[in-house]
């Protein structure tokens, strides 16, 4: 038996016996106490009712049948009431159970979740680990104490250090101790903040020091309270590199543009206002910065452009176009005048957005003025050489011509002399004499009309043409077309003689150069002009000789130019290699409406009809040079 049953055997058997005796209540409280004894003690109902069998067996039974009865249901009743804790404690512990059951229902669902927790919270932190890892940005974590509490790898990589040596650390252990001051200045600063900040850090790399743009933000628990600091630092060396090299470029090319002086360099915002001005522009202009910035480009023009509206023109045009040039005349800050030569060029930002203009503006008033000098001497050469062509044109019909002619005469007539006739040796020679002095004469006779056609003066432009493209069809073996409309002869004299001059030229040009079989000559009217054409199918050249160089040894096409440029008109060369070349002049035209003047073609005759002439048929021989004059009289 166990020592527990022993002992409260001791205790159950005279409080049985007491109550069998005497049936109170406070003997019933007593079995009950001791119930609950019995099951604090570890004792189960088996050994309740082995204790109540031993000790109901220890008392002595009554005598009579009837009181033994008795007997028999109060010791059932302490019984009862031994056990009732029994009952009351089985009620609990069922009740207990269904409560530890609910529990461990309640905490199955829990570990459940937490497990749901921890595997998200494991997946977010491969994620996490991930991120920073990949990122190209150094990233850390530092407690609140400046300890790291974690790196990524490009943190590893930059410093050239592992995690393991920096989790833990604090920066005045890893960095420099200027470095890591001002770390600690900058993390400080976000930690009483409390709030996101951004710092420009400059950092020792294992390559050399960086600057990087840092993002520090504290980190807080759930319970609001900051437990750690976050940094993110993108590296912004390269393009700092760059920020300096482009500003230093700039800072070259704004002195290099504010310190030129040959030229006005100047920015405009788009409504024309003057946003830059170099010291050109004050030298060339009159104005100085201060008094031009923000002041419209408008007072640069006269006022006769500014009625035309050409400072905004000028702006169109440059927008339209993508950039415009041109010429004219400007005024400075006193009001007096240049010649100016302006190039003005739109200039965009990122998706083509207009920022303004930049205009060069060059001082030509000494160019222009050479210019003028040059095309006035131009014009008194080319007009004293005209009249001097004329003169001499004319002392050779005159007098040369005459005095040959009178030597003729008398050669003639001492061919019939006596005496002459008489020595066949005389005669042979005065014959021999007559041939040379034909020869000369018809030369003298071409030299002279090239000099200067009496036509030209007597008949007209065609018909000066007409015979000069005779000649020189005859002359040089080409076929020659000329097809004129009449209204040529209502050009003036300069005019004509610069029409005559260039046909001449041009033909020259032909047979010295083209190693062509046709030439076109075509006057005809177009749109306010009057147009001299002459075109060849000969080789042409690739590169239009330079008829602007002075310079040059040859004088043709820069005479013609000249003389075109004297009459106000257009001089332009087309080559076209292997096709040909033409050369072409217009002038303004536009003579006076019932004039009595037949009109004729109106447009290039490069389709030659029935007003085409031909003056000359003959084959192209091969030889390009000029050939022996055929024999005329005049
Ligand atoms: N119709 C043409 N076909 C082919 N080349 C030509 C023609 N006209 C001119 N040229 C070329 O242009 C150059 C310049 O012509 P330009 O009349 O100025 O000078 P030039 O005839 O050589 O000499 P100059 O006229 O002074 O006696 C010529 O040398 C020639 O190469
Ligand atoms: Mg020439």
Not at 335 to 360: Q, Y
């Amino acid at each position: 038996m166990k020592a527990e049953l022993r002992a409260l055997a001791r205790r159950y058997t005279p409080a049985l016996e007491k109550f069998l005796d005497r049936p109170h209540e406070a003997a019933l409280e007593r079995a009950y106490d001791l119930g609950r004894h019995a099951i604090s003690s570890g004792l189960g109902i088996l050994d309740m009712a082995r204790l109540h069998y031993d000790a109901f067996a220890k008392v002595p039974p009554p005598a009579s049948g009837k009181r033994r009865a008795h007997h028999l249901r109060r010791a059932g009743a302490f019984f009862l009431e031994l056990l009732s804790p029994f009952e009351a404690a089985h009620r609990g512990f069922s009740e207990l159970a269904d409560r530890l059951q609910e529990r461990n229902r309640r905490l199955e669902r829990e570990i459940a979740e937490r497990r749901q927790a921890q595997r998200a919270a494991e997946d977010s932190e491969a994620q996490l680990r991930g991120i920073l890892d990949h990122s190209p940005a150094v990233i850390f974590l530092k407690d609140t104490q400046g300890r790291y509490l974690r790196v990524n790898r490009q943190f590893e990589k930059s410093f050239g250090i592992i995690a393991s040596q920096v989790v833990g650390r604090r920066d005045h252990q890893l960095f420099s101790r200027n470095q890591a001051s001002k770390f600690l200045a900058n993390d400080r600063k976000v930690l009483r903040q409390g709030a996101p900040m951004d710092f420009e850090e400059i950092a020792r790399y294992r390559d050399g020091l960086h600057t990087s743009i840092v993002s520090k933000f504290p980190v807080r628990g759930p319970n609001g309270r900051i437990y750690a600091l976050c940094g993110v630092a993108t590296d912004i060396t390269a393009r700092k590199r760059m920020e300096e090299a482009l500003r230093q470029s700039e800072e070259r090319f704004r002195l290099l543009v504010s310190n030129v002086k040959d030229y006005a360099i100047y920015m405009l915002y788009p409504d024309g206002r003057v946003a830059s001005w170099n010291a050109g522009a004050e030298r060339i202009k009159g104005w100085r910065r201060d008094e031009i910035i923000g002041k419209h480009y408008g007072r640069f023009f006269t006022a006769a452009d500014l009625r035309n509206r050409a400072p905004r023109a000028d702006l169109e045009k440059a927008l339209r176009a993508g950039r415009y040039e041109g010429e004219g005349w400007r005024v400075r800050k006193d009001g007096s005048r240049f010649w100016a030569n302006v190039i003005v060029t739109p200039v965009r930002g990122h998706a083509g957005k207009l920022l303004g203009f930049a205009k060069v503006t060059r001082d030509m008033t000494e160019r222009r003025l050479a210019d003028e000098a040059w095309r006035q001497l131009s014009s008194k050469i080319l007009h004293a050489q005209e009249t001097e062509r004329k003169r001499i044109s004319r002392e050779l019909h005159d007098e040369t011509g005459q005095a040959l002619t009178a030597i003729s005469v008398m050669l003639a007539a001492l061919k019939h002399d006596p005496a002459a006739a008489a020595s066949r040796s005389v005669a042979r020679k005065v014959a021999h004499t007559q041939q040379l002095l034909e020869r000369t004469m018809d030369s003298i006779h071409h030299f002279a009309r090239e000099l200067r056609p009496a036509m030209l003066d007597e008949l007209g432009l065609i018909p000066a043409l007409r015979s000069h493209a005779k000649t020189f069809a005859q002359r040089t073996g080409l076929r020659v077309r000329l097809i004129a409309n009449p209204v040529a002869e209502l050009l003036n004299n300069d005019q004509k003689t610069v029409f005559f001059r260039v046909a001449q030229e041009s033909l020259t040009n032909v047979a010295k150069h083209a190693r062509a079989s046709r030439v076109n000559l075509s006057i005809y009217k177009s749109a306010g002009n009057l147009i001299m054409e002459i075109s060849d199918n000969g080789r042409s050249f690739r590169d239009p000789p330079d008829a602007k160089n002075r310079h040059s040894q040859r004088l043709g096409l820069l005479g013609m130019q000249e003389r075109v440029r004297l009459i106000n008109g257009r001089f332009v060369i087309k080559p076209q290699p292997g096709a040909g070349t033409t050369v072409c002049v217009s002038v303004p035209f536009a003579p006076n409406k019932g004039s009595g003047i037949i009109t004729g073609p109106t447009r290039s005759p490069l389709n030659y009809g029935k007003n085409s002439s031909i003056v000359g048929r003959r084959s192209y021989g091969g030889a390009a040079g000029p050939q022996v004059p055929a024999r005329s009289r005049r």
